[in-house]
């Protein structure tokens, strides 16, 4: 029982779970990647059913079932999730909102830019290749990556015994980083962040101080809290009204819309009389409308206080090192 039980912890930790050092992905991810560069779609090329490409990542390396593929190509679709996305999707991939894709079957993509740099000098004897799970082709052990996307995307995984959840940055930071550190390998956490300051999240949002910042660079594990980026205006009749333009990562706005309301309803919050989503095309816009006479900064402290507008993102610094 403990060696089947350690054997297969072993391969949900290397085969599924986490993220390789290398090139930041999982075998999914490098899979689906891998079938998309196999079809030529690159992102000039025409777009392809998603579940063509589902469908040859099942058939050629990942023998999951293409209801598991679809979500992750989804996700590495997502400008919300993903800092650079990996793939162009056309069609409905889901929103912010928390709203579902469309099926394989009515969507469609290819490669980024950036994902191709990714493949790039595949062919050319650059990573080892394994034979496939029915050893009628091969894969790549990894890919050639020519940035540093587990750092620059992140990546999270929940495997037996052990987590990830590495944040995104951002890419010219990242570089600026590592020229320093190829240039001074002894350098200092805090020399470090003088180029790479912290994450970068897609949805924007507020880092409020570097403490947990520093301590995640230092250890590889850090508490970091992000708060919704937000401005007040004043509105006809004395009214003002709190308006959220970023929201933290991960985070939905119907699901601070729903926290909100139930704040409201309980009476742990009285000074909103109103809440709209004015998002569209340009950008998030959240209304918060007060009550006349409402102070709209112990408003926003509250909406702090109960978790509406501020999150943790508990950062766990952990990878595969050389597979």
Do not use: W
Request: proline fraction near 6%; hydrophobic fraction near 40%; aromatic fraction near 6%.
């Amino acid at each position: 029982m403990k060696d089947a039980y350690l054997t297969y912890a072993m391969s949900v930790i290397i085969s599924r779970a986490l993220p390789d050092v290398r090139d930041g992905l999982k075998p999914s991810q490098r899979r689906i990647l891998v079938a998309m560069h196999d079809l030529n779609l690159g992102p000039n090329a025409k777009f392809r059913k998603c579940a063509k490409i589902c469908g040859d990542t099942s058939g050629n390396y990942h023998p999951h079932g293409e209801e598991v593929i679809y979500p992750t190509l989804v996700r590495m679709a997502q400008d919300f999730n993903m800092r650079y996305p990996l793939v162009d999707g056309q069609g409905n991939f889901g929103s912010v909102d928390g709203d579902p894709p469309a099926a394989m079957r009515y969507t469609e993509a290819r490669m980024t830019a950036i994902a191709v740099d990714m493949l790039e000098d595949i062919d050319k004897d650059t990573v080892d290749f394994v034979p496939n799970y029915d050893e009628t082709r091969t894969e790549p052990v990894v890919l050639p990556a020519k940035f540093p996307n587990l750092l620059v995307n992140g990546g999270s995984g929940i495997a037996v015994g052990m987590a990830t959840n590495i944040p995104p940055h951002n890419l010219s930071e990242m570089v600026d980083g590592l020229v320093a550190l190829i240039d001074n390998p002894a350098i200092t956490v805090e020399e470090l962040m003088r180029y790479v300051p912290g994450p970068d999240f897609p949805t924007g949002g507020i880092i409020c101080g570097v403490k947990g910042i520093k301590e995640a660079y230092e250890t590889g594990r850090g508490r970091i809290i992000v708060r919704a980026r937000s401005r007040i205006e004043q509105l006809r009749g004395g009214k003002t009204a709190i308006v959220v333009t970023e929201i933290p990562y991960q985070m939905t706005k119907t699901r601070i819309i729903e926290r909100m309301a139930e704040l409201v309803t309980s009476g742990q919050i009285k000074g909103i009389s109103d809440i709209r989503d004015e998002s569209d095309r340009d950008g998030t816009r959240l209304v918060i409308e007060l009550k006349k006479g409402e102070m709209p900064q112990v408003v926003l402290n509250q909406l702090y206080k109960h978790g509406v507008l501020q999150t943790t993102f508990g950062v766990i610094m952990l990878a595969l090192k050389g597979g």
